[in-house]
């Protein structure tokens, strides 16, 4: 069973050249993870890394609690690494922290950025949805759209959609809940099946040169599945099958 993380963190404090003799290409990780780096700081070294293994798919950008004046220059450098990118993010906007006026500024260059290149958008929100939604509506990007760790409505989901073409991704926080996933999760799932629009990710942080954690990660993804086959009574082996078909659609993996 192929698996596919939408959504991740590599972290790269330690140098590159310690990686390229990790010869790491054994490590038991899932057969796609998009790599989100949300610091420019960050950027050379995760597209640096990603090339050692295929099975990492790197995503650039500036996620809304590090965005500052300097947002349009560090955009403009992106266009250094595009060849390399499989989907620009994470960005967004996130109401708890961080200068929200420069939030908004800097989607809506990331959602240009995104149409212009034919890129996969990944956006952050949080307490944020009539906002992103006015923006959405008002761009009208032609790309397809994101949203990672999503846990809101159904009808939010379907309002979102007619808008662009948007997807949502959802994290093992989703499934964690003393309700579990009936009710209103329940309900988005079947939406999200029926659609064709779901994905699922970890949101894990790791590290491609150690071993630590892995085992843990390997299991996030199976985990969800498994939650969703047996309270929805869906066949676990289409289920997978049709998530990852699509997300190497979305993020262009070969």
């Known amino acids: 069973m192929q698996i596919f993380d939408a959504?991740?963190?590599?972290?790269?404090?330690?140098?590159?050249?310690?990686?390229e003799t990790a010869n790491n290409g054994d490590l038991?990780?899932?057969?796609?993870?998009?790599?989100?780096s949300i610091r420019p700081q960050e950027w050379s070294r995760t597209i640096d890394t990603c090339r050692l293994?295929?099975?990492?798919?790197?995503?650039?950008?500036?996620?809304?609690?590090?965005?500052?004046?300097?947002?349009?220059?560090?955009?403009?450098?992106?266009?250094?690494?595009?060849?390399?990118?499989?989907?620009?993010?994470?960005?967004?906007?996130?109401?708890?922290r961080g200068n929200f006026a420069l939030q908004k500024a800097s989607?809506?260059?990331?959602?240009?950025?995104?149409?212009?290149?034919?890129l996969t958008l990944v956006v952050h929100c949080v307490k944020a949805f009539d906002e992103l939604y006015a923006i959405i509506n008002k761009e009208k990007p032609k790309t397809s759209i994101l949203i990672h760790g999503y846990n809101k409505s159904k009808q939010l989901a379907q309002q979102l959609c007619t808008?662009?073409?948007?997807?949502?991704?959802?994290?093992?926080?989703f499934f964690e809940t003393d309700n579990g996933i009936n009710g209103k999760k329940g309900q988005l799932l079947d939406y999200l099946i029926l659609s064709n629009r779901l994905l699922l990710e970890t949101d894990?942080?790791?590290?491609?040169?150690?071993?630590?954690?892995?085992?843990?990660?390997?299991n996030l993804i199976?985990?969800?599945?498994?939650?969703?086959?047996?309270?929805?009574?869906?066949?676990?082996?289409?289920?997978?099958?049709?998530?990852?078909?699509?997300?190497?659609?979305?993020?262009?993996?070969?």
């Open 28 to 36: 038991p990780l899932p057969d796609y993870i998009v790599c989100n």
């Open 7 to 19: 959504h991740a963190h590599l972290r790269t404090e330690t140098a590159t050249p310690q990686l």
């Open 204 to 218: 894990f942080h790791f590290y491609y040169n150690k071993k630590e954690g892995i085992e843990e990660y390997q």
């Open 53 to 96: 293994d295929k099975r990492l798919l790197p995503a650039l950008g500036i996620h809304p609690w590090y965005t500052n004046n300097d947002y349009m220059l560090y955009l403009d450098k992106l266009s250094l690494y595009m060849s390399d990118l499989h989907a620009i993010g994470e960005t967004g906007l996130d109401k708890l």
């Open 107 to 118: 989607l809506i260059e990331h959602i240009r950025l995104a149409d212009n290149s034919g």
């Open 163 to 173: 808008i662009c073409d948007c997807y949502f991704s959802l994290s093992p926080l």
């Open 222 to 254: 199976q985990d969800s599945l498994n939650k969703i086959t047996l309270v929805l009574k869906k066949d676990k082996a289409i289920l997978s099958k049709n998530i990852f078909t699509l997300s190497c659609k979305l993020f262009k993996a070969d």
